[in-house]
């Protein structure tokens, strides 16, 4: 056991503990810098934008137009469906079916904004996920929640 007057000088029991903290506090700094950033300070991924659409709302549910001019005429097109209630991914998905998910990444909560390749590409750190919501490369590990969809006419609509 060694007595205070052991002690080197300069060390004492508050100066390294000091420097214990410091040391955890620079560590635990590039471990979030390590992380890609956050949703406020996002890493900048570079994406094909999803056209972006205007849906209507009557209490929860979304009305899509599905005309010949719209983005979603094609089967493999998709848009971001922009509403009162928050914006959505659409995508034509076969002759009659439609996919409606929300566009909120599982990652970060970033928008997810991109589409290229039959795939969703979130802008903050890279996410992609399948039409269906399903992660194809992470960080996300979480699916986006799918909303069931109806066509009747010219109209795509789904339940939030």
């Known amino acids: 056991m ?10 004492t ?5 000091a420097q214990a903290c410091q040391a955890a506090s620079f560590v635990a700094v590039g471990a979030l810098a390590g992380c890609g950033g956050s949703q406020t300070s996002p890493s900048a991924v570079s994406v094909t934008p999803a056209p972006t659409v205007s ?4 209490g929860r ?3 899509v137009a599905l005309d010949s001019a719209t983005a979603l005429s094609a089967v493999g097109a998709a848009v971001l469906v922009q509403t009162t209630l928050g914006s959505f991914l659409v995508a034509h998905t076969g002759q009659d079916t439609y996919t409606a ?3 909120t990444c599982t990652h970060e909560a ?5 589409f290229s390749g039959g795939r969703y590409t979130c802008p903050c ?3 992609q996920y399948t039409t269906s919501g399903a992660v194809i490369n992470g960080p996300a590990t979480r699916a986006l929640a799918q909303f069931p969809t109806q066509v ?7 339940t939030v």
Do not use: I
């Not at 970033?110 to 991109?114: D, F, P, Y």
């Open 110 to 114: 970033c928008v997810v904004t991109g």
């Open 152 to 158: 009747s006419g010219t109209t795509l609509t789904f």
């Open 61 to 63: 549910v979304v009305s």
């Open 101 to 103: 998910l929300t566009s």
């Open 125 to 127: 750190h890279g996410s």
């Open 13 to 17: 029991r508050r100066e390294f503990c």
């Open 2 to 11: 060694t007595k205070p007057d052991d002690q080197a000088p300069g060390h």
């Open 55 to 58: 849906g209507t709302v009557t």
